[in-house]
């Protein structure tokens, strides 16, 4: 299942980003040149982290990601990443974000800073596609190792890492490896090499300085180490490349030619470079698609990690909790399962949800939103999903103490109930007849048991009715939808059900039969945005039955199923919420 995560304001191309943030390559620009400035080395840094993370899975900074668990750079080949040139990127994104907000994502600033730190170095420019957005989780462990090992003497093998990212020409290879130009290398790294020198004398004169100083870092390119030019190709063509894998493109007659052109000639190696740079950040993406978000760090993901969740077919994400936690901005996004919320063989995996997304919130916010707040939030986006109206809801409930008595829980109207019964009922919650035939029409995306109408199939008297039987007779266990017309809709198809005498329910058909309710039911069922404008409101009205915050106990509860530890009762839900509401 494929879920995106939109965010707002991230431009597709370099003409969006420079109307949307026209401050943005200046910043890269000024900020990288003083970092290399005071230490020259970042600029390999970042080309290294550029190319650790786009192989993987694509680009989208996903080897920046340092939140607690597994991440990519306690993976073997992310260990030596250079921290500096980590926080660097995270330091432009701060300067972008505080002159543009948060429109552009690490991955796009990564790309941006790494071919600075080429150029700056005296290398080419070549192309940037931006809008990439930034990954929700961390790349799997085999994706990372299938970074090439230094260790690799197999040119084939190499060639086969690097087609499967869609670098698929040995010169992409040769080229790319260049980048080798202005790198640096600990010991460890090259020590297949130093550990049988031969009569190599630069393997020798390796093994030696490492011996001395076994900490010490190797200069990749002998001849211009901090110059992006081609005298990597030189040293190679010289047999003084410093890794295996290095020195098995001179080895190898696929890939030797190329080394000795680029050796030869820097505008070669610069043309080769700059095209198969574009290639890398072209990397085929994990999940497919531009999915993620505009991180607020470029280290965690906007909500600690849980920015999206997935959960029974039911795709999560939330907006705005960087900024305004007590703006509580959950949005639904219905994908496969639509029946989620009517499903009685779901309603488990309902409840539950509501308690994931109260764990994320709790997480990125602090306890400062109910279970209550959530259930509202959630229940009113899923409604819009599945294409009803939008319905406002008021912040700031607290959840309760105890659970309801058993009292107050008859007081739900039963599905057998007659009209006088279902007007008193709601009277007695200060809801009136309008609300109640506008809340009955939840029941367009609803499902109910045979035991739930089992009053009207006892004794069929017509058509429909003797057809529900029968169905209940072969499957007494069967979910029958409660609205026959478009059950997976939120519109306002039931109440043409009813007018066609094909309501399930006593309690919805009575309401097509009296008088005092009838009229609505017509009224609604010519008229959607009737409807919908009425149950907005009654749903509003609904919501406002429990006083939003007020007087009285409750809590925000650490776990929507038990309450808090008696003592840890909160008296006050936030003024935040109170003001959002
Ligand atoms: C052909 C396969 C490659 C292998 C086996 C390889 C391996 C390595 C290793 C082991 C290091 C040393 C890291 C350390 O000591 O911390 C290194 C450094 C480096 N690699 Fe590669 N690499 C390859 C391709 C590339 C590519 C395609 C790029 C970029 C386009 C790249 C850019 C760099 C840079 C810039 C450094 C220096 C990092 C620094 O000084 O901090 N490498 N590489």
């Given at each position: 299942m ?9 431009f597709?191309?370099?003409?969006a980003?420079?109307?949307s943030?026209?401050?943005l390559e200046?910043?890269?620009r ?5 970092a290399l400035?005071r230490?020259?080395a ?5 080309l290294?982290i550029f190319?650790h993370d786009c192989?993987?899975q694509g ?6 990601l340092?939140t607690s668990?597994k991440t990519?750079q306690?993976?073997?080949p992310n ?5 500096r040139a980590l926080?660097l990127?995270?330091?432009i ?8 907000g948060?429109t552009?994502?690490?991955t796009d600033?990564?790309a ?9 170095s005296?290398?080419?420019?070549y ?9 929700l989780?961390p ?11 230094p260790?690799?003497a197999s ?5 086969r890492?690097?087609?499967?990212r869609?670098?698929?020409?040995a010169?992409d ?6 980048a080798?130009?202005i790198?640096r290398?600990?010991c ?5 090499r130093?550990a049988n020198?031969?009569n190599?004398a630069f ?13 010490r870092v190797q200069q990749l390119d ?6 992006f030019d081609?005298?990597y190709?030189?040293a190679?063509n010289?047999s003084q490349?410093?890794?295996t894998s290095d020195?098995?493109?001179?080895r190898?007659p696929?890939?030797?030619p190329i080394v000795r052109?680029?050796?030869?000639s820097?505008?070669?190696f610069f043309?080769q470079?700059?095209k198969?740079m ?8 994990k999940?497919?698609?531009n999915?993620?978000?505009i991180r607020?760090?470029?280290?965690r ?6 920015t999206l969740?997935l959960h029974?077919?039911v795709?999560?994400s939330f907006?705005d909790?960087?900024?305004?936690c007590?703006l ?11 029946s989620?919320?009517q499903?009685q063989?779901l ?9 994931s ?5 709790h997480r990125r916010?602090g306890?400062?939103v109910s279970?209550?707040?959530i ?9 819009n999903?599945a294409?009803?109206p939008v ?8 959840d ?9 829980v008859?007081?739900?109207p039963r599905?057998d109930?007659d009209v006088?019964?279902l007007i008193n009922?709601f009277?007695?919650?200060g809801?009136g007849?309008?609300?109640?035939v506008a ?7 609803g499902?109910?048991?045979?035991s739930?109408f ?5 004794s069929?008297n ?5 057809g529900?039987a029968?169905a ?8 029958q939808?409660?609205?026959v017309?478009?059950?997976e ?5 039931y109440f043409?059900?009813l007018?066609?005498?094909?309501g ?9 039969n009296?008088?005092?309710t ?9 008229n959607?945005?009737?409807f ?5 409101a ?5 919501s406002?039955l ?9 809590e925000i509860?650490?776990?929507?199923f038990s309450?808090?530890s ?7 839900a936030?003024d935040?919420?109170?003001a959002?509401?």
């Open positions: 494929l879920v995106v995560v939109l965010a707002v304001g991230v597709s191309s370099p003409a980003a420079a109307a943030c026209p401050q200046g910043i890269v000024t900020e990288v040149r003083a400035q230490e020259i970042l600029a390999a840094g970042l290294r190319f192989f993987p680009c989208d900074a996903s080897v920046l340092k668990g990519e306690t993976m073997g260990t030596t990443l250079q921290p926080q990127i995270e330091d994104r701060a300067k972008v974000h505080a002159a543009c948060a552009v994502s690490c600033i990564t941006l800073a790494t071919r600075e730190a080429v150029v700056a005296g290398g080419p420019t192309a940037v596609s931006l809008g990439q957005l930034d990954s989780a790349a799997s462990a085999t994706d990372v190792n299938a970074l090439p090992s260790f690799t040119v084939a093998q190499l060639l890492a690097f087609r499967g869609g670098l698929a020409d010169a290879l040769v080229a790319l490896s260049g080798h130009t790198g290398a600990i460890g790294f090259f020590q297949d130093t020198p031969g190599d393997v020798r004169k390796l093994k030696a300085d490492c011996d001395t100083d076994p900490n002998v001849v211009t180490p901090d110059a081609n005298g190709y030189r190679l010289a490349g410093v890794f020195m098995a493109l001179l190898d696929t890939t030797a052109q680029f050796a030869l820097k505008d070669a043309a470079f700059a198969s574009a290639k890398l950040g072209s990397v085929p993406r999940p497919a698609g999915v993620g978000e607020r760090s470029c280290f993901t906007n909500a600690g990690g849980e969740l029974g077919g795709c999560l907006f909790l960087t900024d305004h007590s509580l901005s959950a949005l639904l996004s219905y994908m496969s399962e639509r989620m919320a499903n063989g309603q488990q995996s309902a409840l539950q949800l509501i308690e997304i109260r764990d994320a919130v916010c306890a400062t279970c209550a707040d259930l509202a939030v959630a229940t009113a986006h899923a409604v999903q294409g009803g319905i406002p809801i008021a912040l700031g409930r607290r309760s103490l105890e659970p309801a008595p058993g009292w107050a008859a007081t739900l599905p109930a006088t019964t009922a009277g007695s919650k809801l007849g309008v609300d109640l809340l009955s029409g939840a029941h367009t995306v499902k109910a048991r045979c739930a089992a009053d009207r199939t006892r069929p017509d058509a429909f009715t003797t529900l029968q209940c007779a072969t499957d007494a266990n069967r979910l939808e409660l609205d017309i478009s059950p809709r939120f519109d306002n198809a043409v059900d007018r066609n005498r094909q399930v329910l006593t309690s919805d058909q009575g309401l097509a009296d008088g005092r009838s009229w609505l039911v017509n009224g609604f069922a010519d959607q945005a009737w919908f404008g009425q149950f907005a009654s749903m509003e009205k609904m406002k429990t006083p939003a915050s007020g007087s009285g106990g409750g509860r650490r776990n929507c309450r808090n008696p003592g840890i009762i909160i008296q006050h936030t935040d919420l109170h959002s509401a």
